[in-house]
């Protein structure tokens, strides 16, 4: 509750219309059919057994309401489950709930998942490469390409990534297009291709 109360808090005070505040998940569903918001966002765990009532509260928003942004919260990195809801399609997003300490960075990921994005904790792609198998593809990236990776994950746009390492967005744009071939993500006429570069190796970790 403190967190959850601490949070609206923030939100109010950066300009978000807090439309209500949910206990548990048939509150949540309740008021999100009620206000349709443009994001909501969601712990994985929730009363009453605090496993993934949340997560399954958020695929059902997922499917009810397709264009809202959905941000799931966790105290600890345990994604695998929610990799389907992940992967369904833009303006979602996953992060530790350590990372709303840093206000700025907070709102900008809300800010970005608003707008369509997809973003992974950088603490859980970070993990992801340090537990790399043998036959796992992530081997064949360069340390410039799982740099670019991560940057991706976070949301960021080739414009953003160029900034952040300080190189040219051509450079960035012939990254990713190695990143997406040397993870084998297939061609596809979506947006999602940069988050499923991301996810595509979850299931065999």
Not at 58 to 77: F, G, K, M, N, Y
Not at 86 to 96: D, I, P
Not at 123 to 142: G, N, T
């Amino acid at each position: 509750m403190l967190l959850r109360e601490g949070l609206a808090s923030l939100l109010i005070g950066s300009s978000f219309d807090v439309v209500g505040r949910a206990g548990d998940p048939e509150e949540l569903l309740a008021l999100v059919r009620s206000h349709r918001p443009d994001l909501v966002i969601v712990d994985i765990r929730m009363p009453p057994t605090r496993t993934t009532e949340g997560l399954e509260a958020a695929q059902v928003i997922r499917r009810e309401l397709p264009e809202t942004a959905i941000l799931l919260l966790s105290a600890h990195i345990e994604v695998e489950q929610a990799t389907e809801l992940l992967a369904s399609g833009r303006s979602t997003g996953y992060l530790l709930k350590d990372r709303i300490s840093d206000v700025e960075d907070f709102l900008a990921t809300l800010d970005r998942i608003l707008k369509g994005a997809a973003i992974v904790d950088p603490a859980l792609v970070q993990e992801l490469l340090a537990a790399r198998r043998v036959d796992d593809p992530l081997e064949d990236l360069s340390p410039r390409e799982r740099e670019v990776l991560t940057l991706m994950a976070e949301g960021r746009s080739n414009a953003g990534i160029a900034h952040q390492l300080w190189v040219t967005e051509g450079t960035v744009e012939k990254h990713v297009r190695s990143i997406l071939m040397k993870l084998r993500i297939p061609e596809a006429p979506d947006d999602h291709r940069r988050v499923l570069a991301v996810l595509a190796f979850l299931d065999s970790h």
